[in-house]
């Protein structure tokens, strides 16, 4: 049976993977992941959740740990943030190579520095380009049924990737929310025992991790894009079946009052529900506001987010991290690049925003949108600037 | 511990784990080492390998030299990968995936610069952890793989690529790092050195290894024609000579009980040994005198080990 609980996000992301029923999880403490670990480890010490919890000396160690015990047909768990993230970020990209289908939650945080524990997407995006599936998360009910539905994606045999789930540090983490939990035989019902396609076993050897020669290595790389690629097709399937069996779906773009706007603001993770609020205000001023939520980042749903974008003539990208010294943020370099065949109809403004934790308000959103409509006006986008910034 | 059948001539164990036609040197004493560790502890195995001459030579895609199930993820955490294959291996035991009663060796393997430098940290927090798994470390004194640059593990007064000897250097100016030592700091129930130089002596060293329940330290000698600078048919030789001269003493160290292995009536003059190796040519004499009396002291301390904790 279905409860609806108040809980700690951190602890409900716990639960879920309580009920997913992992085998080893090995994990560093990091703000503001720490919650989700300590949660687990109380799971594994109380006799609820019957894991190997390995404390590791570090997050390359956590993520090196993961590696052996997925590639020995473990289902495999961790979280990390920020300089965590950094610091494993080497293994992070061997994970995905060696096609291991761990699943990772990142309690988004700000890179150092200077050293910050707050909320932003520069850890998110300085691994960007790890090859695993990503996605995003705005509330604490999406992170519980994001973690279900991550284990089944990853452990497809279709898709054998590992999945990294994006959640808000502090803002999500820390934050006490409604969660309606699954029940033991719902979670059973939807996810499968895990079968792996390949493991370690005395049995039946095999040699993971070979030297990739000049002869090789581009094919390998080939053949990593294409799963990844074809993973959608598996990601988009299981987060129907989720939605169908209990009620909830997952798109990889969500949309607020998109149908007749002209202008829209983009964010990603937990910016969506103030991003809402804001519309709303400018609905009420009679402007023609929607909003689009990135959720699936990688890979990067085109075909959806090119619907989406379908009728606008305006975007406000609110981009949550830097890409030093060229022209805005990571998101909307990729929007643009996204809407390059629509470059004449469409004006794509960038804003910096809510880094470390930086407030942005409602009016700033609104802001971001009259700032965008101008830009429509004008018919020339603004270069990107950062929003509520001390000069 | 169950009882361990000792290897002996008569008793050798015909089964190669690791398969000729891989793509080592000639005359190497790592992949000598590798074969006979392997070779005594049975094909009941899993191999997590640390970036290194030994991934390179034997993984070379679509080549595999393993007849085991092996895996090589990075260069710095070949225990942090074991660790996880041997969690996975309790659980799902624990679990009823894996047979109960089957006995898996974790076996990781790494030189002595993914041990003594990048992979210390790595190696400290699994041994401290207590993973049941043993951890080799084939000791060739250098950055092999990569040329032959100074490593940790390098002995004083040796010319490498990054510590070369020239009018103003002696070549490496610092002490081998003491990683036995390092190991059995952790209090874990086996360390032991060995060398391919003495057979059986490792063999039998690497099946007590992965009899006993937790974490088991291997350091072992691993003469390397190519970065030393010697004949590719004297490994065994120089590996013979590191030993009598007291360069590199075999012993082990069981529950913190020391022992010392291959005892000699007289240590022979390191000279004898630095003499075999290009790396050493360098070396003058007032450089022999000193690395002779560092040799002395170290073994001496490690006599006194065995007499006090014996």
């Given amino acids: 049976m279905s409860k609806r609980v108040g809980i700690e996000v951190s602890l409900g992301v716990s639960e879920a993977v309580k009920l997913c029923n992992a085998d080893v999880v090995a994990a560093y403490p990091i703000t503001p992941q720490t919650h989700i670990v300590e949660h687990l480890s109380e799971l594994v010490a109380n006799g609820e959740l019957d894991a190997e919890f390995v404390p590791v000396e570090s997050e390359h160690s956590a993520m090196s740990v993961c590696c052996g015990s997925s590639a020995t047909g473990a289902r495999t768990y961790t979280a990390t943030s920020s300089q965590g993230l950094a610091l494993m970020s080497e293994i992070v990209y061997i994970a995905s190579s060696m096609r291991l289908p761990i699943v990772m939650t990142v309690a988004d945080r700000s890179l150092s520095g200077p050293i910050s524990i707050w909320n932003d997407h520069t850890d998110a995006m300085s691994i960007r380009d790890c090859g695993w599936i990503q996605y995003f998360v705005e509330n604490g009910q999406e992170a519980f049924d994001a973690h279900i539905m991550a284990f089944k994606i990853a452990e497809d045999h279709r898709v054998i990737l590992p999945v990294m789930v994006h959640l808000d540090g502090f803002i999500l983490t820390h934050m006490i929310e409604p969660?309606?939990?699954?029940?033991?035989?719902?979670?059973?019902?939807?996810?499968?025992?895990?079968?792996?396609?390949?493991?370690?076993?005395?049995?039946?050897?095999?040699?993971?991790?070979?030297?990739?020669?000049?002869?090789?290595?581009?094919?390998?790389?080939?053949?990593?894009?294409?799963?990844?690629?074809?993973?959608?097709?598996?990601?988009?399937?299981?987060?129907?079946?989720?939605?169908?069996?209990?009620?909830?779906?997952?798109?990889?773009?969500?949309?607020?009052?998109?149908?007749?706007?002209?202008?829209?603001?983009?964010?990603?993770?937990?910016?969506?529900?103030?991003?809402?609020?804001?519309?709303?205000?400018?609905?009420?001023?009679?402007?023609?506001?929607?909003?689009?939520?990135?959720?699936?980042?990688?890979?990067?749903?085109?075909?959806?987010?090119?619907?989406?974008?379908?009728?606008?003539?305006?975007?406000?990208?609110?981009?949550?991290?830097?890409?030093?010294?060229?022209?805005?943020?990571?998101?909307?370099?990729?929007?643009?690049?996204?809407?390059?065949?629509?470059k004449d109809s469409i004006i794509i403004n960038d804003f910096i925003a809510g880094l470390a934790g930086r407030d942005v308000r409602i009016n700033q959103f609104k802001q971001m949108y009259y700032e965008t409509k101008e830009a429509v006006k004008n018919g020339k986008a603004n270069e990107y600037k950062f929003i509520g910034v001390r000069e | 511990m169950a009882t361990i059948e000792k290897i002996t001539a008569k008793k050798l164990p015909k089964e190669e784990?690791?398969?000729?036609?891989?793509?080592?040197?000639?005359?190497?004493?790592?992949?000598?080492?590798?074969?006979?560790?392997?070779?005594?502890?049975?094909?009941?195995?899993?191999?997590?390998?640390?970036?290194?001459?030994?991934?390179?030579?034997?993984?070379?895609?679509?080549?595999?030299?393993?007849?085991?199930?092996?895996?090589?993820?990075?260069?710095?955490?070949?225990?942090?990968?074991?660790?996880?294959?041997?969690?996975?291996?309790?659980?799902?035991?624990?679990?009823?995936?894996?047979?109960?009663?089957?006995?898996?060796?974790?076996?990781?393997?790494?030189?002595?610069?993914?041990?003594?430098?990048?992979?210390?940290?790595?190696?400290?927090?699994?041994?401290?952890?207590?993973?049941?798994?043993?951890?080799?470390?084939y000791d060739n004194e250098a950055y092999m793989n990569t040329g032959i640059q100074r490593s940790s593990s390098t002995p004083f007064g040796a010319s490498t690529t990054t510590s070369p000897a020239g009018k103003k250097s002696i070549g490496q100016h610092t002490k081998k790092k003491n990683l036995p030592e390092i190991a059995v700091a952790h209090g874990i129930p086996y360390v032991a050195t060995g060398c391919p130089a003495y057979p059986y002596d490792l063999m039998n060293k690497a099946r007590k290894a992965a009899a006993i329940e937790g974490p088991a330290y291997l350091h072992v000698f691993s003469p390397c024609p190519t970065?030393?600078?010697?004949?590719?048919?004297?490994?065994?030789?120089?590996?013979?000579?590191?030993?009598?001269?007291?360069?590199?003493?075999?012993?082990?160290?069981?529950?913190?009980?020391?022992?010392?292995?291959?005892?000699?009536?007289?240590?022979?003059?390191?000279?004898?040994?630095?003499?075999?190796?290009?790396?050493?040519?360098?070396?003058?004499?007032?450089?022999?005198?000193?690395?002779?009396?560092?040799?002395?002291?170290?073994?001496?301390?490690?006599?006194?080990?065995c007499e006090c904790f014996g």
């Fill in chain 1, 179 to 342: 969660i309606e939990f699954l029940s033991q035989e719902e979670v059973n019902s939807f996810l499968p025992e895990f079968k792996p396609a390949l493991a370690l076993n005395p049995d039946k050897p095999v040699t993971m991790g070979p030297v990739g020669v000049p002869e090789i290595y581009t094919e390998v790389k080939k053949a990593q894009e294409v799963a990844l690629k074809n993973s959608k097709s598996v990601i988009l399937e299981v987060w129907k079946e989720f939605g169908d069996k209990f009620g909830r779906y997952f798109n990889p773009v969500e949309t607020y009052k998109i149908d007749d706007a002209e202008i829209a603001l983009l964010t990603m993770g937990s910016f969506g529900e103030p991003a809402m609020l804001a519309v709303d205000e400018l609905r009420k001023e009679g402007e023609k506001a929607g909003l689009i939520k990135l959720r699936l980042w990688r890979p990067f749903p085109i075909e959806e987010f090119l619907e989406a974008t379908n009728n606008l003539k305006g975007l406000a990208v609110v981009d949550r991290a830097i890409t030093y010294g060229t022209t805005g943020g990571p998101v909307a370099i990729e929007i643009r690049n996204v809407l390059y065949e629509k």
């Fill in chain 2, 17 to 137: 784990i690791l398969s000729y036609g891989h793509r080592a040197c000639q005359g190497c004493g790592e992949l000598l080492s590798v074969r006979l560790i392997t070779k005594a502890i049975g094909p009941d195995m899993i191999i997590a390998n640390a970036t290194g001459c030994l991934e390179i030579v034997t993984s070379s895609f679509p080549d595999s030299a393993w007849r085991v199930p092996w895996i090589h993820v990075a260069f710095e955490n070949a225990a942090a990968v074991a660790s996880g294959v041997e969690s996975a291996i309790k659980v799902l035991k624990r679990k009823g995936k894996l047979p109960k009663d089957r006995n898996i060796t974790v076996l990781a393997f790494a030189g002595d610069g993914g041990t003594a430098d990048i992979g210390l940290q790595a190696l400290s927090g699994a041994l401290e952890r207590g993973h049941n798994f043993v951890y080799v470390c």
């Fill in chain 2, 227 to 305: 970065g030393w600078r010697t004949l590719s048919d004297d490994a065994i030789e120089i590996g013979r000579l590191a030993v009598k001269t007291g360069v590199f003493p075999l012993y082990e160290v069981e529950n913190g009980k020391y022992k010392l292995n291959v005892k000699s009536r007289e240590l022979i003059p390191v000279e004898e040994y630095l003499k075999t190796q290009g790396r050493f040519r360098h070396l003058k004499e007032e450089h022999i005198k000193i690395i002779q009396e560092e040799v002395n002291k170290n073994y001496e301390l490690l006599l006194k080990k």
